[in-house]
């Protein structure tokens, strides 16, 4: 039987609306599904989850800034630590890190299962905090680049983990709104990396304050997540139901309790106590979704993204633009679009919300490529290239940049979520780590017009792949999710 579960997503639509029972009880605060499920009628307050949504997206801030943290920095790195016009060390620099998120990505399931979202979090600061410090003080190549792998482990950690904590703690008819928040605190981190790494052109030893002053964020996050609640999904699922119900009534309130309770059980079906194992994720009728989930975060990082992050001075400055303004442009148009997706996330949709970015970069790609060609020179050319530029930016946070995390975390079976979620986020380091070891070289070898038509083919390709099989989860809960979208075992 097991060759009829394949097509998991028509599964999804055909049974994604269900009828209700028509016994709703007047002042009941759900109503029970045909299947069994428990829908809530009413929308919990989001205020009450709201803060602890924000303390996780420090998480998110500190893997902004450190993404980012090399931008402006890099070549007085390159000059104080012997290095400058080495093309593969600044490579390394800026990907090393990258390894280090693999690393971390891979153990953020075990992790998280083993020690809860919580104590995730502060265990992802303290490689950030060290690995910061260690590029602070260091006087050559191979301690910047270790300094880089400790950060790279906390930032692989932090994303899965904060996507799965924010999806378990916030309220269905904000889930997406709360989701994209991370986003809004990735590109906060960005900017600020941008703004203190502007002094670092005519400061000796600046970018050693740049690196040091991450410890700030990072410290805050492992304090304050000592005052915040565990997940509900992870209290339950290590069977401590009664610590469940509380954590529930302080993050929905007191009405809303039995119905999570009992919607989280029936979505649970008795499996959350077994073990989870490589195969299951990577064959049977989790594959579908595991498949889904890694082209999607390559298919992210094969846009071109993290290029125009990591190297958009580089380009800047061969483009004859200021890279200093341009860069805190690319801040300003990156936070724009990521209030905009935080608007519209729970009222398109998601796959609306991919659908646009990926065919809006595609454009803004194609306009990067005409930039370069021989068509375009002088002042034309570096207007479409720092235009070009911004419609890219501007594109993925709308949507690219803050979707596959959530959707992901919506989609997975509560009883793989964490391990799925770290299967997929490697897919997305080893496709980060790539780009950013190779962007510079390939720039050189093959010519930016190759190189953005390229990316501007994948941003094609990935509008065709969500089209034919992302789903739609704006405005259900992540049990009805699972209970549509999961074929029988």
Same mark, same amino acid.
């Given at each position: 039987?097991?060759?009829?579960? $394949?097509?998991?997503? @028509? !599964?999804?639509?055909?049974? =994604?609306?269900?009828?209700? &029972?028509? +016994?709703?009880?007047?002042? /009941?605060?759900?109503?029970?599904?045909?299947?069994?499920?428990?829908?809530?009628?009413?929308?919990?307050?989001?205020?009450?989850?709201?803060?602890?949504?924000?303390?996780?997206?420090?998480?998110?801030?500190?893997?902004?800034?450190?993404?980012?943290?090399?931008?402006?920095?890099?070549?007085?790195?390159?000059?104080?630590?012997?290095?400058?016009?080495?093309?593969?060390?600044? $490579?390394?620099?800026? @990907? !090393?890190?990258?390894?280090? =998120?693999?690393?971390?990505? &891979?153990? +953020?399931?075990?992790?998280? /299962?083993?020690?809860?979202?919580?104590?995730?979090?502060?265990?992802?600061?303290?490689?950030?905090?060290?690995?910061?410090?260690?590029?602070?003080?260091?006087?050559?190549?191979?301690?910047?680049?270790?300094?880089?792998?400790?950060?790279?482990?906390?930032?692989?950690?932090?994303?899965?983990?904060?996507?799965?904590?924010?999806?378990?703690?916030?309220?269905?008819?904000?889930? $997406?709104?709360?989701? @994209?928040?991370?986003?809004?605190?990735?590109?906060?981190?960005?900017?600020? +990396?941008?703004?203190?790494?502007?002094?670092?052109?005519?400061?000796?030893?600046?970018?050693?304050?740049?690196?040091?002053?991450?410890?700030?964020?990072?410290?805050?996050?492992?304090?304050?997540?000592?005052?915040?609640?565990?997940?509900?999904?992870?209290?339950?699922?290590?069977?401590?139901?009664?610590?469940?119900?509380?954590?529930?009534?302080?993050?929905?309130?007191?009405?809303?309790?039995?119905?999570?309770?009992?919607?989280?059980?029936?979505?649970?079906?008795?499996?959350?106590?077994?073990?989870?194992?490589?195969?299951?994720?990577?064959?049977?009728?989790?594959?579908?979704?595991?498949?889904?989930?890694?082209?999607?975060?390559?298919?992210?990082?094969?846009?071109?993204?993290?290029?125009?992050?990591?190297?958009?001075?580089?380009?800047?400055?061969?483009?004859?633009?200021?890279?200093?303004?341009?860069?805190?442009?690319?801040?300003?148009?990156?936070?724009?679009?990521?209030?905009?997706?935080?608007?519209?996330?729970?009222?398109?949709?998601?796959?609306?919300?991919?659908?646009?970015?990926?065919?809006?970069?595609?454009?803004?790609?194609?306009?990067?490529?005409?930039?370069?060609?021989?068509?375009?020179?002088?002042?034309?050319?570096?207007?479409?290239?720092?235009?070009?530029?911004?419609?890219?930016?501007?594109?993925?946070?709308?949507?690219?940049?803050?979707?596959?995390?959530?959707?992901?975390?919506?989609?997975?079976?509560?009883?793989?979520?964490?391990?799925?979620?770290?299967?997929?986020?490697?897919?997305?380091?080893?496709?980060?780590?790539?780009?950013?070891?190779?962007?510079?070289?390939?720039?050189?070898?093959?010519?930016?017009?190759?190189?953005?038509?390229?990316?501007?083919?994948?941003?094609?390709?990935?509008?065709?792949?969500?089209?034919?099989?992302?789903?739609?989860?704006?405005?259900?809960?992540?049990?009805?999710?699972?209970?549509?979208?999961?074929?029988?075992?």
């Amino acid at each position: 039987m097991r060759g009829r579960h $394949g097509d998991a997503f @028509s !599964t999804y639509k055909r049974a =994604a609306l269900r009828d209700y &029972v028509n +016994s709703t009880r007047h002042g /009941d605060a759900s109503v029970r599904l045909v299947n069994g499920a428990i829908k809530e009628t009413g929308s919990p307050p989001w205020r009450r989850s709201f803060p602890h949504v924000i303390v996780a997206s420090l998480s998110s801030f500190l893997f902004g800034y450190h993404l980012s943290v090399v931008n402006e920095t890099l070549e007085s790195i390159s000059v104080a630590l012997s290095f400058h016009g080495n093309t593969m060390a600044e $490579g390394l620099v800026v @990907s !090393t890190c990258l390894a280090g =998120a693999f690393v971390g990505s &891979v153990l +953020s399931g075990l992790i998280a /299962d083993g020690v809860g979202r919580r104590r995730s979090f502060q265990l992802c600061t303290l490689p950030m905090i060290i690995g910061a410090l260690m590029s602070a003080m260091t006087n050559d190549l191979w301690g910047m680049l270790i300094g880089r792998l400790f950060v790279g482990t906390g930032m692989g950690l932090g994303p899965p983990v904060a996507a799965l904590y924010v999806s378990e703690i916030s309220p269905t008819s904000v889930r $997406g709104t709360f989701g @994209s928040l991370l986003q809004i605190a990735t590109c906060l981190g960005l900017m600020t +990396s941008l703004f203190i790494g502007i002094p670092a052109k005519d400061t000796v030893d600046w970018w050693r304050v740049c690196f040091a002053v991450s410890v700030i964020p990072a410290a805050a996050l492992a304090i304050l997540m000592e005052f915040c609640a565990e997940s509900p999904h992870w209290l339950l699922k290590r069977g401590r139901a009664a610590e469940a119900e509380f954590v529930f009534e302080k993050l929905l309130g007191g009405v809303y309790v039995k119905s999570a309770i009992a919607e989280l059980t029936k979505g649970a079906k008795g499996e959350e106590t077994d073990t989870v194992h490589l195969t299951e994720l990577i064959s049977g009728r989790h594959f579908r979704m595991i498949f889904l989930g890694s082209v999607l975060f390559a298919l992210q990082q094969l846009s071109g993204i993290n290029a125009i992050f990591y190297f958009s001075s580089s380009v800047f400055k061969s483009a004859g633009a200021p890279s200093d303004i341009a860069n805190i442009c690319v801040g300003l148009v990156n936070l724009s679009g990521s209030i905009g997706a935080m608007i519209l996330m729970d009222k398109l949709g998601r796959k609306a919300l991919l659908l646009g970015s990926f065919s809006g970069m595609a454009v803004a790609m194609g306009t990067q490529a005409a930039a370069a060609s021989s068509f375009a020179s002088g002042w034309l050319s570096m207007y479409l290239s720092v235009g070009g530029m911004l419609m890219v930016v501007l594109a993925f946070s709308l949507g690219a940049g803050p979707v596959p995390g959530l959707l992901l975390s919506e989609i997975f079976p509560g009883r793989i979520r964490a391990k799925a979620m770290a299967f997929c986020m490697s897919v997305h380091w080893v496709f980060n780590f790539s780009i950013g070891l190779l962007f510079l070289q390939l720039l050189e070898q093959l010519g930016p017009q190759l190189v953005y038509a390229c990316f501007a083919g994948f941003c094609l390709l990935a509008v065709g792949f969500v089209k034919k099989n992302v789903v739609e989860t704006k405005g259900k809960s992540l049990q009805e999710i699972e209970i549509a979208l999961l074929p029988p075992a």
